[in-house]
């Protein structure tokens, strides 16, 4: 191996050894291949020649927007990774298509959600995330996202969805128009026939079996009775599932470096904080407009819109929680910015109760008490862990019993929970755990596993959107008949599915579905083309993490092409290499590398391969969506007239 050279402020090094391609290297490649040839053929299938998509002549309620968003937000992510070029265009102007249709179906106003909640925002601006990391930043790319981030900064008059002084959002139901105090009946149309089968919000609405778990949203009388109690008790003040804002926040700040939005993260974060410290250490699902807990619940800390009772729970607690406290680390570099969370899941532990034999924590809070007693989910501390590197965090993984092998891969289905190893697969991420495993060295065959099923899954979807259950001019007539999900249509077509690629390249879990930013230890750059992803012919592995070091696998799979690839030490630049080693096969060092700084140029002749154990400091850098170039466009933002 060669020394390490500097190229300007990036230092180089040059592979030297001869490989015959591992099996993972392969597979990595088939499905680069695949991918790309199943992106243009979903594009073709689903899409008109504006990138709009084609869909109904009129689309009511406030709900649906952020579901043609999920089903297409992953061109972004596979180009990111190394997609092809044209995804780059291609995903830019089906956000373009889908921003223009819902607007003009009513659910969007200047270009962001007219209003709902953080759970469905969280899902649909995944894209807009995933847009950020293709980069190159775009004036229109910071405008927007200055734009967006001042509709929950309090600093947009038409969207007052932020009260500075109580360091509050004002309602569970916010957006471009601002809070929405009150629905009618038309805003919940979409989703009356779905909630027939859901839990009631109240266990008092005249006429609803509480005890039952369901709630006939379609019977007309009790739709009115419901609107009115949710208008009563549930549209006004905060609640958790609007900590899922800090992604948006941090979305700008990755493209400005704008401190106020920053400070706005740690400060609405740490206001939750508090407010949990004040009950008793049980964070509160339902804060007034005056900054009371329960203000409009009777007092009951409990009861507010997807919080300890209705609809899912603690799943949708903690994934707020876990999105901000990630996100705070992010930006400030302090790793007790992941207190809240860890505090969360330490008390609903504490809460656990053994059942036939099975040691199962509560999901809910009624009135009567904890109840809705289930498994543990290891997924949120696993995530934690992945930032933290911390043993406080393994013990939080491992005090949950393992009764599924969590060595196994699973090919997920579009929704719900997988019926053999209880794991959560909406978005199809379905194997944080077997990645767990894998990257503490407990599940050494993961890699071709994974990539085994990520690869059964695109068939299965391609097979599926072949069909005639796929033909987009049939789902009007199928819609009618009430046999499709409808408005989810695209995401269970959706080919582009590659959980394996995500973990194994960047080394990190995938992004929690409801919006949660795509973390990782590194991500790659082609240096030759001067975009990100890996170079064609070219497979990454992350081996191995530490608290302190990375060990990455490279090859070029081509015996005709020479590549480089930039590595970048964190996905958003937050790290910085301090040194490297070059290791073979059995761990040993063979070359040292004098890499210094936030990238690491890798020269890959044709048909070589290099393992690079890159010790690196973490949440140094205040992290962007910085490429290793300078920035073409330098233009500052536009500033419009004002009314006179």
Known sequence: MSSSLMNGSIASIQASERVVPPTWAMQEQQLFETLNKAAKEFVERYTQPDGTLIWFEHWPGMDGSDDPYEGFMNLALLYVLGGSSELHEVSRKIWEGITWQWT???????????????????????????????????????????????????????????????????????????????????????????????????????????????????????YKQLLSMMNQRMNRGDVPLNLNATGLITHAFLHSGDEKLRSWVVEYVNAWQERTRSNSGIIPDNIGLTGQIGEYNDGKWWGGYYGWRWPHGFMTIIEPLTNACMNKVLLTGDMNGLQLAREQLDRNWELRQEKDGKWLVPFKH?????????????????????????????????????????????????????PETGRETKHYIGNTQPWYQYIRGLNPDYPQKILSANYEMIGNQLAKMRSPEGDPYQWTEHYSEGIYSAIHIWQEMCPLYFEGLVQLTLGGPMHISHGGLQHGRVRYFDAAAKRPGLPPGVSALVEKLTPDSVTVHLVNTSLFDDREVIIQAGVFGEHRFSNGEIINSSDEVTGTIAAQGKWLNVSLPAGTGITLRLSMERFVHSPSYDMPWPSVDKQTMIHGRTEQ
């Not at 807009?128 to 200055?146: E, V």
């Not at 309602?171 to 809070?179: D, Q």
């Not at 105090?181 to 989703?191: G, I």
Request: aromatic content about 16%; overall charge negative.
């Open 104 to 222: 003009e179906y009513g659910q969007i106003h200047r270009e962001f959600d007219a209003y709902y909640d953080w759970m469905h925002h969280g899902e649909g601006y995944l894209y807009l995330y995933f847009l950020g990391l293709a980069g190159p930043s775009t004036l229109k790319d910071r405008q927007r996202a200055s734009k967006f981030a001042a509709m929950y900064t309090g600093d947009d008059p038409e969207a007052p969805n932020y009260d500075k002084e109580r360091k509050l959002i004002r309602s569970p139901l916010t957006g471009s128009r601002g809070p929405r105090f009150e629905v009618n009946e038309e805003d919940w149309s979409t989703h009356r026939g779905i909630l027939d089968d859901y839990l009631a919000p109240y266990e008092d609405i005249p006429g609803v079996d509480f005890v039952s778990g369901k709630c006939p949203w379609s019977n007309d009388e009790v």
């Open 366 to 418: 009624f009135d009567s008490g904890w109840t809705d007693y289930r498994e543990a989910l290891p997924n949120y501390p696993i995530y934690l862990w992945s930032m933290s590197m911390a043993n406080e965090d393994v013990e939080r993984i491992e005090r949950i019993p393992k009764d599924q092998d969590w060595n196994t891969v699973i090919v997920p289905r579009f929704s719900g929970r997988d």
